[in-house]
């Protein structure tokens, strides 16, 4: 008999893993435990020497809520394997040590905490890390000049949703014997699935749309079972594998991804639409506007555009900070992917680290001001920007 087709994705995101507790609860319970009890040594030794799958200990991540949670999340991504994190940043930094100490080339903008990481810390520890634009792209070979190097990149980025080609950019590293890693987290597995793109890493920041309440911190890596088992170990003594509280957080928010990004999209781009229209506004950057640079690529390699979009108001940085101001139902805080609406001002916030040459280099103007629209009626937050505009 053939295998039955397989779940879509609203069915794994709420059965993605075959673990019942003994008294069969449709939803695992918190086990709030540092330790687990052995029979005997024999047996603690079948767990501990990786013979059988087991709990163990809350810091490796051998928790059943854990490894329930992490089942679901590579059904999700289709991946093999993956493990979660506290936090974005500590699923990006395991990636670094066990993955990039022959180098990372980072391509395109990223999450400032990944750019002081990459451009401050890392080279502490002896790790050469480099750094192209979009614009530079060509460039890209050249800066592989050694095996096994790590090629690091956001798709869409923040804050001007530039879209690169998955597909093309890990071949173009396999070629040169590296690896490609793809931070996920503006597309959520729902709109992007790299890995089935040929990339060799994904990473989320699951403090945005995969938990998608603003209210946990957390962080997921994903990829082959080989490849993320050295990742593992630095995890384990970093320690910084996921807390199972809040583990359990993310596994009931998992639930409801699929129509929470799917309404983002949708809301997203109707106020893309309201504002491309809208004479007080310059430029609208969407992937989801057919005459995005990104558009058609993004409709190749995504599923959805996302919920994230970025406005040039017409006028200086000052007059959009008056727009930022006046906003009553987008909150003004730097995060994205929750159920609120929020925005930003990357030139005061994000990139206010930057100097005004850097961020014009980066297409990032002063005026420009960043949605992360959340999941209120989208006519409502398009009546909240045009008030602001007035
Ligand atoms: C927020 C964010 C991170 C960092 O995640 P934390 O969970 O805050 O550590 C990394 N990448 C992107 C794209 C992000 O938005």
């Known amino acids: 008999m053939s295998d039955p087709k397989p779940a879509g994705l609203a069915t794994r995101a709420i059965h993605g893993h075959g673990l019942r507790d003994a008294h069969g609860s449709p939803h695992l319970p918190i086990y709030n435990t540092t330790t687990f009890a052995f029979a005997s040594t024999a047996d603690l030794l079948e767990v501990v020497d990786g013979r059988r799958p087991g709990s ?110 998955i597909a093309g950019i890990a071949a173009r590293a396999h070629a040169r014997g590296a ?70 957080l993310l ?43 990104g558009h058609a690529l993004a409709c190749r390699q995504m599923h959805g555009f996302g919920g994230m979009l970025s406005i040039e108001v017409r006028g200086d940085g000052a007059a959009a900070t008056r727009v930022a101001d006046r906003l009553r139902l987008f909150t003004l805080a730097p995060s994205l992917g929750g159920v609120e609406s929020l925005v930003t001002q990357p030139c005061t916030t994000t990139h206010h680290g930057l100097s005004a040459d850097e961020r014009a280099r980066r297409g990032i103007a002063d005026s420009l001001l960043r949605l992360s629209v959340g999941l209120e009626d989208a006519n409502d937050l398009i009546a909240d920007l045009t008030q602001a505009l007035r």
């Open 56 to 165: 163990l200990y809350t810091r490796y991540g051998m928790n059943p809520g854990i490894v329930a949670l992490e089942e679901t999340l590579a059904g999700l991504e289709e991946a093999e394997a993956a493990w979660a994190f506290c936090s974005g940043m500590a699923a990006e930094s395991a990636l670094f040590l066990a993955h990039g100490r022959r180098g990372v080339v980072c391509v395109g903008d990223a999450y400032g905490g990944t750019l002081e990481l990459l451009a401050s810390q890392l080279p502490l520890l002896g790790i050469p890390t480099r750094f192209i634009l979009g614009s530079e792209l060509d460039r890209l070979e050249s800066l592989l000049d050694g095996e096994g190097q790590l090629v690091f990149l956001e798709t869409p980025t923040n804050p001007t949703l530039e879209i690169f080609d």
């Open 179 to 248: 690896r490609l890693a793809v931070d996920n987290t503006f597309a959520s597995p729902v709109n992007q699935r790299p890995l089935t793109l040929g990339a060799d890493f994904v990473m989320h920041s699951a403090t945005k749309y995969l938990g998608g309440h603003s209210d946990l911190t957390a962080g997921v890596l994903l990829g082959r079972r080989e490849d993320l088992q050295p990742v593992w170990a630095w995890r384990k003594n970093l320690g910084t594998a996921i807390a199972p509280e809040v583990a359990a």
């Open 251 to 293: 596994a009931r928010s998992l639930r409801t991804l699929v129509v929470r990004v799917r309404q983002h999209n949708a809301s997203a781009q109707a106020i893309a639409e309201a504002m491309r229209a809208h004479p007080a506004i310059a430029r609208v950057h969407y992937p989801g506007l057919p005459e995005a640079p």
